[in-house]
Structures are given as C-alpha cells and as structure tokens.
C-alpha cells in the first residue's frame, strides 16, 4: 500500500501503515544528526526546549551536501539511523512521530516505536540527488557551528519513503528478506 | 627523467574528487542495471528503479550521487622515471580541498578521531603509492562512504579455517551489517598477507572494476560463490528482501605467514565510486 501523510501526523495517521507500504510524506521535515541529539539531550537534561515543536514531528538523520547557489539543497539522503539509538526512544516519549533514515535499529527503538504508535521509515541510502528532489525549501534553525549536522527545517513534498518499523511491531528488515527467502523455497 | 608540476596533480585531483562524486563508473552502472534486469521480487526491483533513477538525477542536476561524499582514498601509480617539482602529498590535499570546495561536496573529515574537529575541506586525503617502471603518473580518487566503511571487518584466521572460514567470515560480515551499508553492496576482500596488509589489499580490490574478475581462475572462481552466497542472504536491495545483495566480489591475494590467514572485507555501496586519470 501507498499512503500520502501531511506533518505534523497523530497516532491515527499512522495506524494502518505496515512494515512494507510506501509512504509519500509531504510538509516539515527537520533535519538531525548524532551530534544535533546529543545537544537536544543536553537542552533536555537543563529541562529547556528542543528547538522544534515535537508533537507529531518528523526527523530525517541527513547531512547534506553544500547547496550550490540558487540550489534549494544539496545531495541529501540518510545517515545510517543506528547512532541515533541512544536518543530516539526519549525523543518518541516526547511525541516525535517518524524517524527517517536508513538501517537497523536496536531493541529498545522498536519498543518505542509500538508504545507510541511512531514509525521509522527508510529514505534510500546512497539516493542522495532522488531524495534531494523532493525538497521545496531549507532554512538552518539552530547550531550552524554543526555545519552538514547543523538542524534544518525542511519542506517536503511525496517524499518517497518506505515504512520498516510500523506501530504493530513489524519490522520490514526481517520480514522483507524472509518473504523473499520463503518465495525461492517453493 | 620526466618532470610533473604539484600544479598539474592538484587539479587532476580537484576535477577527479567532483567527477568521482558526480557520474558512477560505467562497471557500475551496468551491474546496476544489470541487477535490475535480473531481480525478481518486486519491492527490490522497484528499488532498484529508484537507485537508476537517482543516477540519472544526479547527472542532470549536477549533484553529488550520494550525500556521503566520502574521505578522499588516493592511489598514485608513481612511474619511477618521473620527477615531482613540488610537494607531493600537499598537492594532492590541495586538490582535495580544492575539489570539495568548488564542487559544494560534503566537509566529512574531522582532525582528530577523538577530539572530532571538522577540517572543513576534507583533508587529509588518504593516499596510497605504488612505485612503478615508467615516466607517467596514474591518480585515481576513490570517495569512500561510512555507511558501509563502518560495515567492514577483519580477522586473523588460522590456517586450517581455509577457504570455508574465509568464505564464512565474508558471509557473516554481510549478514551482520543487513541494511546498513546501503545494498546492493560491493565486497572488496584481501586475502594472506599481514594484519596491517590485508586491509590495503580488500581496499584496493575495490579498484577493481566489476567486470574484471581476478586473473587467476581459482580466486575467480571464489569471486563467483562468494557472490552466489552472500545473494543467497536475501538482504535484497536496501535490505527490504530480494535477489540482489551484492553487485559484485574482487578479492586480492598476497603471500601470508606460515602460522596465518589474514582476512578482511572492505564493504562498498552501490555508489562504488573511482575516477582516474593519467598523468
């Protein structure tokens, strides 16, 4: 199944997706790396806010490359999201509602997923000018000194995207090689 | 004696860092498309649509394939008749600095492995040099990523683990990295020689174009079932199932202690980049 989402999404949004459906995202996106979680951490510990409305928001592990000039943005597609691990699940707790990246996430990531109802969804790895092209706008909103990790908020539109971890507990990285190793058996 | 300025290798690296970064060797692309053509799941083969399609996007809208613009691998092939008016090294960091400048690639080196500075031009560049008969010099400019960078692995295996171990070991390194390397992945694999050597040669295997298999049958043949394995994962593009996990195997050998087997994959992406040029 295909779903076009708007964000800021609810719980309800993300009901029906399943590990497996596609997913075409459309409105703010932010932008965040290792080094941009551990400073939400810190502004967490110091009981300040994140530099972001969390409800229903999404974040996209991405450091792009230098926009050229007149350029909306550079190369852009996902960061391996597993050294995000140690920060998603406190993000999730607080509302954040879809994780974009690529590649495997930890257990307790997964149970975070469930307990919120949040999604992970994968952008293409290595598909840097596809993923680029669905990018309408790009403003830095806090720690430039970060430079490609610095936190952008971006405006999307049909992002292409696949759900890998779905509300229900599914996870498309082990059910997808499975189907396909249980279709070659018969 | 031949003489070449530092001028002349700065700007052949300058324009190999954008180009490298820019358009796929055509090894690559084929087998790309090659994967296409053969892959039979339908989730994989529309991904594999997709990564065509974000080659074409890069090319025509002069972006970098992939935001990972890499730490910049040198290899020079130094004729051994040619004489360098200049630095050498700093020629080739010029260049570097100098191409991920003027091509707006990604800054992703940082000074110290610990204190995490970023250099903000991409320096140092990693370089390897091979002395060789002649009076030309060959640079090729090898981008390398960390997604999959970070998905390598090496081990000192014993002797009697033979070609099953090394066989084991490279499976196993593929099934452990699953998604995170961005498959299709290519597979760069040393083989004998020392700790420290073995590592150089599964790098410098990914020189090795895809349509290249090694010269002697018997590794050629260990390239094939390595492949016919590591696929046998069904990690599939992405790693959301299917028939095409790697794109291609090159393993490189060279002479080991009588007490070791030295072993190590160097992971690659589907962005397996390299440009060369000859100076």
Redesign the interface.
Known sequence: MQYKLTTPVTREDLAPLRA?DTVLLSGVVYTARDAAHKRMMELLDKGEPLPFPVEGSALYY???????PGEVI????P??S?RMDAYSPRLLDLGQAIMIG???RNQAVKDTVVRNGAVYL?A???????M??SVQKLEVICWEDL??EAVRRLEVEDM?L?VILDPHGGD??Q???????N??KG | MRTISAAEITAAVARLCIRANTVLPEDVTDAMELAWCSET?P??EE?LK??Q???L??WK?????????GMACVFVELGQEVHIDGGFEEAIHQGVRQGYTEG?????IVADPLRRV?T?DNTPASITVRIVPGDRLAVTVVPK?F?SE?MSRLAMLKPADGVEGVKRFVVDTVRLA???P?PPVVLGVGIGGSFDKVAALAKHALLRPLNEPNPDPFYENLEDELLKEVNA????P??????ITCLGVAVETAPTHVAGLPVAVNVS???TRRATEVL
């Open positions: 497996g991405v450091g792009p490359t230098p926009e050229r550079g190369s852009a597609g960061t391996t597993g690529k590649g495997a994968a293409l790895g290595g598909a840097g000018a596809l680029a092209a430079g490609c292409p696949t498309l990285y059910s997808g090689p499975a189907a396909y190793l279709s070659q | 799941w989730l994989a991904t997709l990564l399609q974000n080659q996007d890069a809208r002069n972006l970098p394939i992939c935001q990972d613009t707006y690639l990604r800054k992703s970023n903000e990523g997604g970070n699953g998604p995170n961005c994962l069904g990690i599939g992405q790693g959301f199932g299917g028939k992406c589907h962005v």
